[in-house]
């Protein structure tokens, strides 16, 4: 006979409480006693702070094992210099976010998975990191604004994501979005941006194993300014395709537009890839400045990724591929 013995971490999913739930009853527990002296307004704001300040119960798979299949061929941009300069709209337009973006509550988080698929659902990060595990990889990542870091990221293809979705085979794009609450975030509020900020692949390049959900950074969970608990990491694009705080992944047959392109099409494109050979038009691309050194390189077509991904593209050379 065939005795399924469960370990202790095991529970059948139907005992296991959804995220929001546990998180809001934990919460409860503990800002109970002093959110009893406050008013209601105070002690639901009490509650929410005391839930986004959570310790983190995916901490233990941190630091992730490195798969070397991309190696770097430049040192790793000092984690210092890294999380102080960042680009992050939804709390400003400067590169000084770091401070504001700790007020983004991140626990719990829900993740919406819907459009195109089977069946639509919704899942806690944290509960989507611990079921589908995490890795470390280091990647280099460039900004359309001429400069480029290199970054240990930790987390999982994106195509294990899609695997999970389930996408109908009519579905070809994933189109994503970050969170859109102006009480946290006042660049919500500068309505010149067409909020929120959405971003998109074609399915073949969300499964390419390249495309990266990054959980944590540098060994460790990501802090908000990179973009916690989710982000993407599409190192062979301009750095404005790796969507950050990611809320929705939608399973689509238009192409989505993200939010650079709604607001300049003519300067930001659906697929962005990395070429010295196109220029921006505020920008040369031909080089990069490396963050933290001072230094300029040459910058590579596909920056430096074409054996991963160049065969995404073949046969495309009349598409904008480039900006
Ligand atoms: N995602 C969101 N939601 N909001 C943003 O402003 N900026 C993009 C991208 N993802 C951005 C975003 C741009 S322009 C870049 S270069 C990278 O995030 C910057 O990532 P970093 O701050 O971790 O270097």
Redesign the pocket.
């Known amino acids: 006979m065939n005795i399924i013995r469960r370990r202790g971490w095991e529970i059948p999913e139907s005992q296991l409480t959804p995220e929001h739930l546990a998180f809001s009853r934990r919460s409860l527990l503990i800002g109970g006693a002093s959110a009893l002296a406050l008013a209601p307004g105070a002690a639901y704001a009490q509650r929410a702070s005391d839930a986004a300040n959570l310790p983190d119960p995916n901490a233990d798979l941190y630091p992730a094992k490195l798969n070397t299949k991309y190696p770097l061929d430049r040192p790793i941009t000092d984690e210092k210099v890294?999380a102080a300069?960042?680009?992050?709209?939804?709390?400003n337009?400067t590169?000084d976010?770091a401070e504001q973006a700790q007020k983004l509550p991140i626990r719990p988080w829900m993740v919406k998975i819907d459009g195109m698929v089977e069946k639509p659902f919704e899942i806690g990060a944290d509960e989507l990191i611990r079921k589908i595990g995490i890795e470390e990889r280091t990647y280099r990542?460039r900004?359309?604004?001429a400069?480029s870091?290199a970054?240990a990221w930790t987390g999982f293809p994106l195509s294990k994501l899609v695997e999970m979705a389930k996408p109908l085979g009519s579905a070809k794009y994933l189109h994503m979005e970050?969170?859109n609450n102006p009480k946290v975030a006042p660049?919500l509020r500068q309505s010149w941006y067409p909020w929120?900020?959405v971003?998109g692949l074609t399915i073949a390049e969300a499964t390419n194993d390249l495309a990266f959900i990054a959980t944590g950074?540098y060994g460790h969970p990501m802090l908000k300014?990179?973009?916690a608990p989710l982000?993407?990491a599409v190192p062979w694009k301009?750095?404005?395709?790796?969507?950050?705080?990611?809320v929705r992944f939608s399973f689509v047959d238009k192409q989505p537009v993200g939010?650079?392109e709604k607001l300049q099409k003519t300067e930001y494109g659906f697929w962005a890839n990395v070429n010295p050979e196109v220029p921006h038009p505020r920008w040369s691309q031909a080089t990069e400045e490396i963050i933290g050194t001072g230094d300029r390189k040459p910058t590579l077509k596909f920056n430096g990724y074409g054996e991963f991904v160049a065969d995404l593209y073949t046969g495309m050379e009349k598409e904008r591929l480039w900006a």
């Open positions: 890294n300069y960042n680009n992050f709209y939804e709390f337009s590169k976010v990542h900004c359309v604004e400069w870091m970054i970050t969170f660049g929120p900020y971003e950074a300014q990179h973009g982000r993407l301009y750095g404005f395709k790796s969507i950050k705080s990611i939010m650079w």
